[in-house]
């Protein structure tokens, strides 16, 4: 696949990151050493089973969590050293979260929705709507604009919950499970669009359980008990 | 900024709309009692030392001991007498001892008779004049009643303001009084006293005629000399009762008031009054509050998924903090917008219906600006104030955890 815009260098790395939970009396290894680079452009997609540590390493790299031992560089910086705000900064401004239950606010209309990241950002109002509507309009929910999220269809929803991961144009997108509650044709469809984000130059990281839809990405990571098996 | 926080906390309380009014009531409730008990407090207290604005503050009123409720003086078991008026007259430091009566009596005109207060009015100049000054009385139709006006009345302004006779009364009727006729020859203003609004006022003689009173009197009004002297005078007083009655001290079958006492007396009352009013607002207003955070808690249990969204797309704990402590201070100040609203309603209606029901601007209604801003405030804080621990606890969620939330 050829890839326009791309600078090509290395955008995360994960260097023998460990994390460990306590459940009881025991200690789960939910990652357990995994060593990656992932560089800008990519469109990665993570597979496993249930319970391998996925979404933990999707926690990782997109700064939700910090890790019990190891070093995760986003875009260069190290953010296991950040403090909670400094993280937020960089969630908000590098990375952008689509979800499988698309986790729009309920009471914000898709407008608000897609504006929401930028509020955090301290983006101007004209310029916040002004993108939140470019984007809205560009994936086709111009007639959209002011449904709150209950009025949506599920392919809508998450039309708007990439828009929103758009938003404060991210290097990266962190996409988990993103069309786990979508049916095949419009899962079709975001995996599509995704694909068309990491030839803008993007970075996709995807995971997901539905090898199908894996297949779109350049690179397929399987984690099996917490490593990368592959 | 704030303006978006706004936005987003005014939506949350619109999409649980039947729990945020429920969670505002406590604060409905607090905020109305404190306003109307301000707003209505200075009005009530300036009708009911109204009322002793006759006594004005040169007087000592003094009466014998009552046995029950009902006019001053007319349920004592030993009625003051001449006797007695002339030993508080020669006291040092009253300058006149003037008799008071305040009887019931059988009034009759367009063939309905009714009960009506009845008070005398002394014949001497220097007397009714002084006591028509410091009441204020003004004739509104008529004159008011002097020397000589023997067979003649006046009447309170409440004759003209209601119709409980069927037909108007003016200067010149007729009516009887203990079916005796009188002639109406001034109806008075309305003034701040009720009870001389209420009242038939005739002279001593007529009044102790109709009445068939001998030697007796309800009350005696004592005119000081110097009204820095009220409490001297007024043991003076005493003291010559005591030894004209042989009484001891202690014993006193009869009482010496002096105005201070009378409107400490009221005040005491005003006070009582204010203090379980404001026990109310605040039990309320922490009931209020409490509910604020129940609600708080309960939002922030349901919306975790939702914080560990906003976290996810960039918001820091600060901002959390700062949209979930502007739900919760939202939940106060409409609780305290609604409040004060209810509360000037409560006080417009007692007020504006106590001055129908007794005359005049009786209980003024006064409620500063300072106050609604204050009260508005005060809710504004106390619903920050409550929410603070649900919204800390809100705002340090780890994303990672609240986005597993169901």
């Given at each position: 696949?050829?890839?326009?815009?791309?600078r090509?260098?290395?955008?995360?790395?994960?260097?023998?990151?460990?994390?460990?939970?306590?459940?009881?009396?025991?200690?789960?290894?939910?990652?357990?050493?995994?060593?990656?680079?992932?560089?800008?452009?990519?469109?990665?997609?993570?597979?496993?089973?249930?319970?391998?540590?996925?979404?933990?390493?999707?926690?990782?790299?997109?700064a939700?969590d910090?890790?019990?031992?190891?070093?995760?560089?986003?875009d260069?910086?190290?953010?296991?050293?950040?403090?909670?705000?400094?993280?937020?900064?960089?969630?908000?401004?590098?990375?952008?979260?689509?979800?499988?239950?698309?986790?729009?606010?309920?009471?914000?209309t898709?407008?608000?929705?897609?504006?929401?990241?930028?509020?955090?950002?301290?983006?101007?109002?004209?310029?916040?709507?002004?993108?939140a509507r470019?984007?809205?309009?560009?994936?086709?929910?111009?007639?959209?604009?002011?449904?709150?999220?209950?009025?949506?269809?599920?392919?809508?929803?998450q039309?708007?919950?990439i828009?929103?991961?758009?938003?404060?144009?991210?290097?990266?997108?962190?996409?988990?499970?993103?069309?786990?509650?979508?049916?095949?044709?419009?899962?079709?469809?975001?995996?599509?669009?995704?694909?068309?984000?990491?030839?803008?130059?993007?970075?996709?990281?995807?995971?997901?359980?539905?090898?199908?839809?894996?297949?779109?990405?350049?690179?397929?990571?399987?984690?099996?008990?917490?490593?990368?098996?592959? | 900024?704030?303006?978006?926080?706004?936005?987003?906390?005014?939506?949350?309380?619109?999409?649980?709309k039947?729990?945020?009014?429920?969670t505002?009531?406590?604060?409905?409730?607090?905020?109305?009692?404190?306003?109307?008990?301000?707003?209505?407090?200075?009005?009530?207290?300036?009708?009911?030392?109204?009322?002793?604005a006759?006594l004005?503050?040169?007087?000592?009123?003094?009466?014998?001991?009552?046995?029950?409720?009902?006019?001053?003086?007319s349920?004592?078991?030993?009625?003051?007498?001449?006797?007695?008026?002339?030993?508080?007259?020669s006291?040092?430091?009253?300058?006149?001892?003037?008799?008071?009566?305040?009887?019931?009596?059988?009034?009759?005109?367009?063939?309905?008779?009714?009960?009506?207060?009845?008070?005398?009015?002394?014949?001497?100049?220097?007397?009714?004049?002084?006591?028509?000054?410091?009441?204020?009385?003004?004739?509104?139709?008529?004159?008011?009643?002097?020397?000589?006006?023997?067979?003649?009345?006046m009447?309170?302004?409440?004759?003209?303001?209601?119709?409980?006779?069927?037909?108007?009364?003016?200067?010149g009727?007729?009516?009887?009084?203990?079916?005796?006729?009188?002639?109406?020859?001034?109806i008075?203003?309305?003034?701040?006293?009720?009870?001389?609004?209420?009242?038939?006022?005739?002279?001593?003689?007529?009044?102790?005629?109709?009445?068939?009173?001998?030697?007796?009197?309800?009350?005696?009004?004592?005119?000081?000399?110097?009204?820095?002297?009220?409490?001297?005078?007024?043991?003076?007083?005493?003291k010559?009762?005591?030894?004209?009655r042989?009484?001891?001290?202690?014993?006193?079958?009869?009482?010496?008031?002096?105005?201070?006492?009378?409107?400490?007396?009221?005040?005491?009352?005003?006070?009582?009054?204010?203090?379980?009013?404001?026990?109310?607002?605040?039990?309320s207003?922490?009931?209020?509050?409490?509910?604020?955070?129940?609600?708080?808690?309960?939002?922030?249990?349901?919306?975790?998924?939702?914080?560990?969204?906003?976290?996810?797309?960039?918001?820091?704990?600060?901002?959390?903090?700062?949209?979930?402590?502007?739900?919760?201070?939202?939940?106060?100040?409409?609780?305290?917008?609604?409040?004060?609203?209810?509360?000037?309603?409560?006080?417009?209606?007692v007020?504006?219906?106590?001055?129908?029901?007794?005359?005049?601007?009786?209980?003024?209604?006064?409620?500063?600006?300072?106050?609604?801003?204050?009260?508005?405030?005060?809710?504004?804080?106390?619903?920050i104030?409550?929410?603070?621990?649900?919204?800390?606890?809100?705002?340090?969620?780890?994303?990672?955890?609240?986005?597993?939330?169901?």
């Open positions: 696949m050829r890839k326009r815009n791309k090509g260098g290395e955008i995360i790395r994960l260097r023998e990151v460990f994390k460990f939970y306590q459940l009881g009396e025991s200690i789960v290894k939910a990652l357990d050493g995994v060593d990656l680079a992932i560089k800008q452009g990519d469109f990665i997609a993570i597979v496993g089973p249930s319970g391998s540590g996925k979404s933990t390493m999707m926690n990782m790299v997109g939700l910090i890790a019990t031992k190891g070093d995760i560089f986003l260069r910086i190290n953010i296991e050293h950040l403090h909670e705000s400094q993280l937020a900064q960089i969630r908000g401004r590098k990375v952008g979260f689509i979800f499988q239950t698309f986790n729009l606010v309920p009471t914000l898709a407008l608000e929705n897609v504006m929401l990241p930028m509020v955090f950002q301290r983006v101007p109002l004209r310029e916040r709507q002004m993108r470019e984007l809205l309009v560009e994936i086709g929910l111009g007639n959209r604009l002011n449904h709150l999220p209950s009025e949506l269809s599920g392919g809508e929803r039309r708007v919950a828009c929103r991961a758009l938003a404060n144009d991210p290097d990266v997108i962190l996409a988990d499970e993103p069309t786990g509650n979508l049916d095949s044709k419009r899962g079709e469809e975001v995996v599509e669009m995704l694909n068309r984000l990491s030839e803008e130059g993007k970075t996709i990281i995807m995971v997901t359980h539905d090898l199908d839809m894996a297949k779109h990405a350049d690179k397929i990571y399987k984690l099996k008990d917490g490593k990368i098996v592959n | 900024m704030l303006v978006d926080f706004f936005r987003i906390g005014l939506n949350n309380l619109k999409r649980r039947l729990r945020s009014w429920l505002m009531i406590g604060i409905f409730i607090g905020i109305a009692a404190v306003v109307s008990l301000i707003s209505l407090g200075s009005g009530l207290r300036t009708a009911i030392t109204g009322q002793f006759s004005s503050t040169d007087t000592l009123t003094v009466q014998n001991a009552e046995t029950g409720f009902g006019p001053p003086g349920t004592a078991i030993e009625k003051l007498d001449e006797h007695d008026l002339k030993l508080i007259s006291v040092r430091g009253v300058k006149l001892a003037i008799p008071k009566q305040i009887k019931t009596a059988r009034m009759e005109f367009n063939k309905i008779v009714l009960f009506k207060t009845i008070t005398n009015i002394p014949e001497d100049p220097v007397v009714y004049e002084w006591i028509y000054e410091s009441m204020g009385a003004e004739a509104d139709e008529g004159r008011l009643l002097g020397r000589g006006d023997k067979g003649k009345i009447l309170g302004s409440d004759f003209v303001r209601t119709d409980d006779f069927k037909k108007t009364l003016t200067a009727k007729k009516v009887k009084i203990e079916g005796e006729e009188f002639e109406i020859i001034g008075l203003e309305s003034s701040s006293n009720f009870l001389m609004n209420g009242a038939i006022m005739m002279l001593d003689e007529d009044l102790k005629e109709v009445m068939e009173i001998e030697d007796e009197m309800d009350m005696i009004v004592a005119q000081l000399e110097d009204a820095n002297m009220a409490e001297e005078t007024a043991e003076r007083i005493k010559a009762l005591r030894n004209d042989g009484l001891k001290e202690g014993e006193e079958d009869f009482s010496v008031e002096t105005p201070l006492q009378a409107i400490q007396t009221v005040n005491t009352i005003l006070i009582s009054i204010n203090i379980v009013v404001v026990g109310i607002a605040i039990i207003l922490v009931v209020g509050g409490i509910g604020i955070a129940n609600t708080m808690y309960t939002s922030v249990i349901e919306r975790t998924k939702e914080i560990g969204t906003m976290k996810a797309v960039g918001a820091k704990n600060s901002d959390v903090l700062s949209i979930f402590l502007i739900e919760s201070g939202l939940l106060g100040l409409v609780g305290g917008i609604i409040g004060v609203l209810i509360g000037l309603g409560i006080s417009y209606s007020s504006y219906s106590a001055n129908i029901a007794f005359g005049s601007e009786i209980i003024s209604f006064n409620c500063p600006f300072y106050l609604i801003i204050f009260a508005v405030s005060f809710s504004f804080s106390l619903g104030l409550f929410g603070l621990i649900p919204s800390i606890q809100a705002s340090k969620l780890k994303p990672a955890e609240a986005l597993r939330a169901k």
